[in-house]
C-alpha cells in the first residue's frame, strides 16, 4: 500500500505583496505508467496528454484540488496542445484539425487547418502556428467554424509561437532588411479591429555571423505585459526572461546563470525552466514583490510549466524515469507577525490486526507540526479528500489537535475503507487554527473542494 499524504504550508495570506517566498506544496498528479506530458493549468484543473494508455493516447483533466475528479476529453493522438481556458480544452489531432470540448456537453468539435506546431487558447478562439511548406499564424473561431490567416510567409520558421489572451494576440514575426538580415519581432495583434503593432523597437542589427543581434522566442501574455525569452546572437549568450517595451529592445526580468525559457505567466505569477543546476528546474517570479524563488529543483529535469493565477502550476517531470504530470499549490508568505506554519507528516500506514484486515478498515498515522514563529491555537482537522473515490474516508469531522505550540508536533490516526484491489491512494487535508488578531488561519489557503 503506497499512501501520498499532501498539505500546503502556511496560513490565508492577503492579496498583496509579500516579503518573503511563497509557500511550494508540489505533489505527482499523474504518475501512471507511459509519458504524461504537456500540461495546461486553467484555476485548478489541469488538462494534460497520457500516453501510457493501453488504447493509446487520451487527453485527460484532473484537478489539483480535487483527486477523485478525472475528465476523458479525447482518444487519440493530441498533435499540438492542449490549452484549456474557462473549463474549456483545445488541441490539435493527427489529422491537422483543432478541435474544442465544452464540459458538461461530452462532445469535441474539430475544424481542418493543416499540421501545427503550437496551439494557443482563450475564449472560443485558438490559434495555430503551422509550419507546412510556409509559416501561418491561424485563427479558428470555434463558434462560427470558420479560420483566418493572420500572418503568413512563404518560407518556414518566419511566424512561430503565438500566444492569445482575449482579443490580443502575439507571435514573433521575423522582419527583413532587404538582403542583410532577418531580425526576429514581437506583434501584438488585435483581433476585434484586425489591428496590429511591433511591441519592441525594431533595427536591432547584425551580429558578427551577419544575422539578427537577438533571438527571440515564446511570448506569452499576462494581461497588458508580454513576457518571452531573448539571447543576443553572440557565443556563450544564454537565455533570458524579458518584458516587451515599446522603444526598447526589450527589459531584461529574470537574468541568472544558464538560460531561462518556457516561461508562463497568470497574475503575479510568472514560472520558467532553468538550468542554473545543470538539469531543469522551475523558478517562480512574483511580479509583484519583484522576488525570485525556487519552485521545483528535484532531481531529474522539470519542464513545460503552466500556471494560474489561483496558485496552481503544473508541469512535466521525468525524476521517475519518463515523464509524469506533477502539480503544486501556491501558498503566501506570512509578511508579518509570528505567525504559525503547519507542515504535514506521514508516520504509520497498517492494518490493526487481522479483523482490520478483512474488514478492509486501514489506519493512517499523521504528524502536525508547526514550524512557524508563532502558536497554531485551537488547531483542528477541518476536510479530508481521498482519491480514488472507492475509497472512503470513515472518521467525524472536525478533529480536533488542540494546541500546537512553535516546535511542536501533534500526531492523529485517520481511518479509511479500502477496497481489495487498491495498492495506492491519496489523501488530502486542510486544517485550521486561531489565528493572532481574531479569526482562523487555514491550511492550504485553497482547501480541497
Same mark, same amino acid.
Not at 480514488?388 to 472536525?398: Q, S
Not at 475503507?417 to 486544517?431: C, E, I, N, S, Y
Given at each position: 500500500?503506497?499512501?501520498?499524504?499532501? #498539505?500546503?504550508?502556511?496560513?490565508?495570506?492577503?492579496?498583496?505583496?509579500?516579503?518573503?517566498?511563497?509557500?511550494?506544496?508540489?505533489?505527482? #498528479?499523474?504518475?501512471?505508467?507511459?509519458?504524461? &506530458?504537456?500540461?495546461?493549468?486553467? $484555476?485548478?484543473? &489541469?488538462?494534460? &496528454?497520457?500516453?501510457?494508455?493501453?488504447?493509446?493516447?487520451?487527453?485527460?483533466?484532473?484537478?489539483?484540488? @480535487?483527486? *477523485?475528479?478525472?475528465?476523458? !476529453?479525447?482518444?487519440?493522438?493530441?498533435?499540438?496542445?492542449?490549452?484549456?481556458?474557462?473549463?474549456?480544452v483545445a488541441w490539435q489531432d493527427a489529422e491537422g484539425g483543432v478541435c474544442h470540448w465544452l464540459p458538461g456537453t461530452g462532445l469535441d468539435k474539430c475544424i481542418t487547418t493543416g499540421p501545427a506546431a503550437r496551439l494557443a487558447f482563450s475564449g472560443v478562439v485558438a490559434l495555430t502556428g503551422e509550419e507546412d511548406g510556409g509559416s501561418v499564424i491561424r485563427r479558428v473561431h470555434f463558434v462560427s467554424g470558420l479560420t483566418r490567416k493572420l500572418d503568413s510567409h512563404a518560407l518556414t520558421a518566419m511566424r512561430y509561437d503565438p500566444d492569445i489572451e482575449g482579443d490580443t494576440a502575439v507571435w514573433v514575426r521575423m522582419r527583413g532588411y532587404g538582403s542583410s538580415y532577418y531580425e526576429p519581432l514581437l506583434v501584438s495583434y488585435d483581433i476585434a479591429d484586425n489591428s496590429w503593432r511591433y511591441l519592441t523597437a525594431v533595427g536591432g542589427g547584425k551580429a558578427d555571423d551577419g544575422s539578427s543581434v537577438y533571438q527571440r522566442r515564446r511570448p506569452v501574455i499576462d494581461g497588458d505585459r508580454v513576457f518571452y525569452q531573448q539571447r543576443r546572437n553572440q557565443p556563450g549568450s544564454d537565455w533570458d526572461i524579458y518584458e516587451a517595451v515599446p522603444d526598447t529592445y526589450g527589459v531584461p526580468l529574470v537574468e541568472r546563470p544558464g538560460d531561462q525559457v518556457a516561461a508562463t505567466a497568470d497574475g503575479r505569477f510568472l514560472v520558467y525552466q532553468d538550468d542554473r543546476g545543470g538539469d531543469w528546474d522551475l523558478y517562480l517570479y512574483d511580479l509583484e514583490a519583484g522576488i525570485e524563488q525556487p519552485l521545483c529543483t528535484a532531481p531529474g529535469n522539470q519542464v513545460s510549466p503552466s500556471v494560474s493565477s489561483s496558485g496552481v502550476v503544473a508541469w512535466q517531470d521525468d525524476r521517475g524515469?519518463?515523464?509524469?504530470?506533477?502539480?503544486?499549490?501556491?501558498?503566501?508568505?506570512?509578511?508579518?507577525?509570528?505567525?504559525?506554519? #503547519?507542515?504535514?507528516?506521514?508516520?504509520? !500506514?497498517?492494518?490493526?490486526?487481522?479483523?482490520?484486515?478483512?474488514?478492509?478498515?486501514?489506519? !493512517?498515522?499523521?504528524? !502536525?507540526?508547526?514550524? $512557524?514563529?508563532?502558536?497554531?491555537?485551537?488547531?483542528?482537522? /477541518?476536510?479530508? &479528500?481521498?482519491?480514488? *473515490? *472507492?475509497?472512503?474516508?470513515? @472518521?467525524?469531522?472536525? #478533529?480536533?489537535?488542540?494546541?500546537?505550540?512553535?516546535? /511542536?508536533?501533534?500526531?492523529?490516526?485517520? =481511518?479509511?475503507?479500502?477496497?481489495? $484491489?487498491?495498492?495506492?491512494?491519496?489523501?488530502?487535508?486542510?486544517?485550521?487554527?486561531?489565528?493572532?488578531?481574531? $479569526?482562523?488561519?487555514?491550511?492550504?489557503? =485553497?482547501?480541497? *473542494?
Open positions: 500500500m503506497a499512501l501520498v499524504a499532501f #498539505l500546503c504550508q502556511l496560513p490565508a495570506g492577503e492579496a498583496r505583496a509579500a516579503n518573503g517566498p511563497w509557500q511550494v506544496s508540489a505533489f505527482p #498528479l499523474a504518475a501512471g505508467a507511459g509519458d504524461q &506530458v504537456s500540461p495546461s493549468v486553467d $484555476g485548478s484543473r &489541469v488538462a494534460f &496528454v497520457d500516453g501510457g494508455a493501453a488504447a493509446g493516447e487520451r487527453l485527460l483533466v484532473r484537478d489539483a484540488l @480535487d483527486p *477523485a475528479f478525472q475528465q476523458l !476529453v479525447y482518444l487519440g493522438e493530441v498533435a499540438a496542445g492542449p490549452e484549456i481556458d474557462g473549463g474549456a524515469g519518463d515523464w509524469d504530470v506533477y502539480a503544486a499549490v501556491l501558498s503566501p508568505p506570512a509578511d508579518a507577525g509570528a505567525l504559525p506554519r #503547519l507542515t504535514l507528516s506521514l508516520e504509520s !500506514v497498517c492494518w490493526d490486526d487481522f479483523a482490520s484486515y478483512l474488514a478492509r478498515t486501514l489506519t !493512517v498515522g499523521y504528524r !502536525v507540526d508547526d514550524i $512557524g514563529a508563532g502558536p497554531a491555537a485551537a488547531a483542528q482537522v /477541518e476536510s479530508v &479528500v481521498t482519491g480514488p *473515490a *472507492a475509497v472512503l474516508f470513515l @472518521d467525524d469531522l472536525p #478533529l480536533p489537535l488542540g494546541d500546537i505550540g512553535p516546535g /511542536e508536533s501533534a500526531s492523529f490516526d485517520l =481511518h479509511f475503507q479500502v477496497p481489495a $484491489g487498491v495498492a495506492r491512494f491519496q489523501t488530502r487535508l486542510a486544517a485550521t487554527c486561531a489565528a493572532p488578531g481574531g $479569526g482562523r488561519a487555514s491550511f492550504p489557503e =485553497h482547501p480541497p *473542494a
